[in-house]
Structure formats: C-alpha cells, structure tokens
C-alpha cells in the first residue's frame, strides 16, 4: 500500500504539471502582437496602394480568414485595425469582416483577403476565391506566396513588403509603383 501511495505521488508530482502546461499552451497563440500591430497598421494602406481602391465607393472591407483555433488572434487583429483607424482611412470607413476557410464567400464584398495560418487545402481555397474574385489576398506568413498568396510582410531588420507579382497580374491585382519599389518581390524557384 506504501508503494502505491508514493507511485500516486510521484505520478502527480510529475504529470500533473506537465498536464497543466500542456493545457495552457493549446491556449497560447503562434502570433506575434508587436506583428499583428504592424499588420493592423498595412493592411488598409495596402488596399490604398492598389488597384482595390476603384472598387471602393463608401467603404474599404477587410475580410480576416482563420481557422477556428485563431479565431481570438483575428479578433485581436480587427481590435487593433478599429483602434489604429477609428474613423477610417482616407475618408473611407473599414468594415472588418471575420470567418474561416470553410465560409471564404463572407469576403465577397472585400478588396483584401488577409489569411491566418492553415491548412495548404484551406490557403489554396481562399487563394482560388481571391484569383476568381479579383481580390487582394495577403497572409500573416510569407510562406504562403509560394502557394500564390499576393502579399505578406518580410520581417528582418527592417519591416518590408513582400510581393509575388505573377500571383498580383494572376488576381488582376496592380500596387502602385512606390509600393513596388520599396518591396522585397518573391520569385519561384522556376523564375530564378
């Protein structure tokens, strides 16, 4: 009985805390708050640096696709574009639109498709509305302009654009030169 009781005791001294950090880390998120800001701060301007910005009549919309694990980190997200632009841009007000890759026609109104991490099925999903609905679609990891995504971010020592411009001329989509001038622009492997 003795025996039992330490096995019992050394099993909660030692899973225990496992289980309870294991628990909280399924909580924890792969985002970067300093990068979500940046990223609040872009995405409308990016809108604005594009052809995207015919499209707009009162309204600039941003539709943030992610995966339901994600959804808090895209809440915070469309939390700091309201904060950063409480009265809009330019004077166009910014409708955040929120949902996962299994609902992509919620961004039927939008000029920007921004992807959080997911599945390749779920990206190419939203990169195929995004090309069929001419529409601007950028990702949280650059990664993904390999799988056609038109935008991201390349984080060094300096925050820089990063553009794959046949996805761009695939999605009908053109940024203005500036823009293009100061990007870091994403070549395939077969171009190089």
Known sequence: MKRLDTIKKALYLYFVPFLMLYASSLN?????????????????????MSNQKNLLKERLEICILNDKIDEKTALILMSKIDTNYPNGIKNYKIRLVEGDYANVNVCRNSQLIFMFDSTDENIAKAI????????????YDAKYLENGVGASLFLGRKVVPYININALHKN?????????????????????
């Open 28 to 48: 924890a998120s792969g985002y970067d708050d300093d990068v979500l800001e940046i990223f609040s701060k872009m995405l409308p301007r990016f809108v604005l």
């Open 172 to 192: 009908g989509v053109e940024f203005d030169n500036l823009l293009v001038q100061i990007s870091k622009i994403y070549a395939s492997e077969e171009v190089r």
């Open 128 to 139: 195929r509305y995004s090309k069929e609905n001419h529409v601007l679609s950028m990702s």
